[in-house]
């Protein structure tokens, strides 16, 4: 597990469910991650504190991918990467189109591949950060 491999990185676990935070809790006691009870759309994470985001089998549970997309977005810090796995019949098309049209990603970047169980969505987010927040939302 990673928390054994890399103790120098920082890792959180977000659900909103308090019952699945109780079970990684069990599942992850003694192993340094940081659970939070919490939605996708309104992170407990300061901006750009975050170097990689992964989600896994979720997102077909958010009801606004737009929201979920700009909250992911605002905590990854510059040159940072989402991955974003779901189920073989998850439309990842609007959580696509979300992060092509944010000002803080790499348009280029958003791509989906295939995974394991389903779809994987990809993106890195600006290097600069020169086009985050709402400076770019004004233009
Ligand atoms: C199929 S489970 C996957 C759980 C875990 N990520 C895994 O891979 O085993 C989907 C999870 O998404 C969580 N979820 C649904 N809507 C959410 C939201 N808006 N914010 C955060 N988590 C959410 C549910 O509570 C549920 O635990």
Redesign the pocket.
């Known amino acids: 597990m990673l928390s054994a491999t890399r103790p120098d990185v920082a890792l959180h676990g ?4 308090p019952d ?1 935070i109780a079970v990684a809790e069990r599942d992850l006691a003694g192993s340094g991650v940081s659970l939070h009870v ?4 309104r992170l407990p994470f300061a901006d750009d504190s975050v170097d990689v985001a992964v989600s ?3 997102l077909h ?2 009801p606004d991918p737009v929201a979920a997309m700009a909250e992911l977005a605002r905590v990854t810090r510059p040159d940072g990467v989402l991955a974003l796995y779901d189920f073989r019949f998850t439309d990842m098309e609007p959580a696509m189109a979300a992060l092509r049209a944010h000002p803080a990603v790499a348009a280029d970047s958003v791509r989906r591949r295939p995974a394991r169980r389903g779809p994987r969505l990809d993106a890195r987010l600006h290097p600069s950060g020169a086009a985050r927040s709402t400076d770019a939302a004004a233009r």
């Open positions: 977000v659900d909103l469910s699945m919490a939605d996708v759309a896994s089998l979720a549970h958010w």
